[in-house]
């Protein structure tokens, strides 16, 4: 399977507790994207990579957020001290030029 | 601002054609996109349209551009219950980097 992959694929996690979510592009895919989904919702836009520099980040992506992509291939997307608004499915989607691939994403649900 | 507008469902019959509209706000958007979402799966790109385009027609999909309303629609011709998803639309603000901004999302319906 060369498509975009994401582990875990769900996580449960007690509020306040820190999580880190993986994302593994394709890999010839220099751009790579976070985006956030709520339920009943669209994606919203977190972060976007070119290689391994974060060129943009979103409003939404508070302090407690913080990703990386160190050397340009796979991306970690960390939330620490975890909040109940902070349930969602987070989506990591890549692309060489214009089309983006998407992962299937990881739910995170947090008690 | 940016916004993507759509509305929230939509039900058809199988084998009627399903349009499913979108209206978006930042008029400096280059490309505007279509993606499919079904249950438990992530994205997937449908189709796009460059912002200088007023239709781009990939087989069973129409897609229809109107810059002046900034309107986008979808019409899937001989809708199959395979169809059944939520569509997005997108649109990619050039002022945005490379950011994507997502509508909610129209579930559409098919009906055996």
């Known amino acids: 399977d060369t498509g975009v992959s994401q582990d875990p694929r769900h996580k449960i996690t007690k509020r306040g507790q820190n999580v880190t979510f993986r994302c593994d592009p394709i890999?010839?895919?220099?751009?790579l994207y976070w985006y956030r989904q709520t339920l009943g919702q669209g994606p919203e836009f977190l972060t976007y990579?070119?290689?391994?520099?974060?060129?943009?980040k979103s409003r939404l992506l508070s302090d407690r957020f913080s990703a990386e992509r160190p050397k340009g291939s796979f991306s970690t997307l960390e939330i620490q001290r975890t909040e109940q608004g902070d349930s969602a499915m987070y989506l990591c989607?890549?692309?060489?030029?214009?089309?983006?691939?998407f992962g299937q994403g990881t739910r995170l649900t947090v008690v | 601002g940016e916004d993507v507008e759509q509305s929230l469902f939509l039900s058809v019959r199988e084998g009627d054609s399903s349009v499913i509209n979108c209206t978006y706000t930042?008029?400096?958007?280059?490309?505007l996109y279509w993606y499919k979402q079904e249950p438990g799966a992530g994205l997937q790109l449908l189709t796009y349209?460059?912002?200088?385009?007023d239709m781009k027609q990939d087989q069973r999909l129409t897609v229809l551009l109107n810059k002046k309303d900034k309107h986008l629609s979808l019409r899937i011709a001989d809708t199959q219950t395979g169809d059944s998803a939520i569509y997005f639309c997108?649109?990619?603000?050039?002022?945005?980097?490379?950011?994507?901004?997502f509508g909610a999302g129209t579930r559409l319906f098919v009906k055996a």
């Open positions: 989607a890549s692309s060489a030029i214009r089309e983006a691939f």
């Open positions: 890999s010839e895919h220099n751009r």
């Open positions: 990579f070119q290689n391994e520099a974060q060129l943009e």
């Open positions: 930042d008029s400096s958007s280059t490309y």
């Open positions: 349209i460059f912002s200088n385009m």
């Open positions: 997108a649109e990619e603000p050039q002022t945005g980097g490379f950011k994507t901004i």
